[in-house]
């Protein structure tokens, strides 16, 4: 085999591989700062929204993080705001639920999903996640004997909110005192 | 140079990558539950369709055909990425609805197919308008059968109820086999009326 017909295509494809792996990193690295910004932002508006009474969210870091819990947030008016990302039917459902100083939840909401659209999808509604608001103890979707009532044909997506919210308010009752 | 028009038209309805072609089917079938989804999907694989179609057509010359496909991969790929990382910098409304789809669109074969079957072989304009062709036609499939899913499926169009609340919804079309069955059926009925007119 004539080694210009192996060498040629090689090179052409490495080059075309290096100009785009350049040119990815020049847009990530632009897109890096503000990225982060927008994902901050819609963060701290989604803390607000399920804690409406807080204006300030400090990060927990000194904390052990059990089962799907995520991260967990001081608020100041004595409250927590805590994620979990408990597995949906499409993979991780991430959610976030805020609960007051009495372990009373303040509000929840499904921040990132892969759930089916039209089906699934709908925990971003607030037909769905309203339900938790006002809610304490343990929680569980009618199905299985708790007054949550799941999105029409999925309850996979149902009962995976109401384990983070449960796992929320386990993660308080044991440990909300403490800090 | 092929006549910009009759290109669209091409990708429009002679060679629509959906109903003639029958291409690029996972995300035809996986995210038509509803219009808008359905729409946006067909949109952002036009825009990746038509920036791949050009550079595609660019490099044709430089690109031994031994390695095109790969080199086309690559191609596409970085578009993707890059449509993916202004969107979340700049424009976070539009990729929180878009967002689960663009990464997609990198395993959408149709955009393969354009590179490969029309831009490695034509010049970068005439593989624009292919790709703006293919794209809209892409976007017309995919629209089309999000509205059909979603009125039989939900009783809306475009989120806005249209059906009485008393009448039955058939939740079974926004569901996976759904998809099957109004795809079946539009193609179906396509080719009645294209037979009809030949006879």
Known sequence: ?179 | MANPLKLIKNGLIDENPTFVQVIGMCPTLAVTSSAINGIGMGLSTAAVLICANLFVSLLRKVIPDKVRIPCFIVVIATFVTVIEFLLKAYLPALNASLGLYIPLIVVNCLILARAEAFASKNGPVASVFDGIGMGLGFTLGLGVLGLVREFIGAGTLFDITVLPEAFPRTLLFVMAPGAFFTLGCLMAALNYFRNKKKA
């Open chain 1, 1 to 179: 085999m004539n080694t210009k017909e192996v060498i040629k295509p090689a090179v052409v494809l490495l080059i075309i591989a290096s100009v785009a792996a350049a040119a990815l990193g020049a847009v990530q690295s632009i897109t890096a700062e503000p990225i982060k910004i927008q994902e901050e932002q819609t963060r701290a508006a989604s803390m607000k929204a399920v804690m409406p009474d807080a204006s300030n969210f400090e990060e927990i870091t000194d904390v052990e993080l059990t089962g799907s819990l995520t991260a967990i947030y001081k608020a100041d008016n004595g409250g927590f705001v805590v994620t979990a990302a408990p597995g949906g039917f499409g993979g991780a459902v991430d959610t976030m639920v805020g609960i007051d100083a009495e372990g009373v939840i303040t509000g929840l909401r499904v921040t990132k999903h892969a759930e089916t659209p039209g089906l699934g999808a709908k925990a971003t509604e607030p037909d769905f996640y309203e339900q938790f608001t006002g809610k304490s103890g343990t929680l569980a979707v009618t199905k299985d004997g708790g007054e949550i009532v799941p999105i029409t044909s999925s309850t996979i997506t149902s009962r995976a909110v109401a384990s983070g919210a449960n796992e929320a308010l386990e993660w308080f009752a044991a440990n909300g005192g403490a800090y």
